[in-house]
């Protein structure tokens, strides 16, 4: 997530974690930080794991309760790798039809 353009700034809202087809919501969390007004990225993490299956698309929610210019990260990869448990998992990204801000597969609140 991205802090606010206009200075320092404390941030409050709701991620999701949702099947794309269904809605059906695995997480969901209300979250707060404090930005400097410098473009920084601050790091979220579920408090308990969302069980996910291999070839579903899900999309990542991200809505902010204040009403302010935010930053965004531009230039994001459309797929990527992570090791987990010591095999690797592959992520691809799509647009969603939930989006309401511009959002694409390489630029937004999640880069």
Excluded: W
């Excluded at 473009?39 to 991200?62: C, M, N, R």
């Amino acid at each position: 997530m991205f802090g606010s353009t206009s200075g320092s700034e404390t941030h409050s809202g709701q991620i999701q974690l949702k099947e794309t087809i269904s809605q059906t919501i695995i997480a969901s969390e209300y979250f707060q930080f404090t930005s400097t007004g410098q473009i920084e990225y601050f790091d979220h993490a579920f408090s308990f794991p969302g069980y996910i299956k291999a070839g579903v698309k899900y999309t990542i929610a991200l809505e902010y309760d204040e009403k302010q210019t935010i930053y965004r990260g531009t230039e994001g990869l459309e797929s990527t790798t992570a090791d987990c448990n010591g095999g690797t998992v592959s992520f691809t990204f799509f647009e969603t039809p939930d989006d309401t801000n511009g959002s694409t597969e390489k630029n937004g609140q999640i880069p």
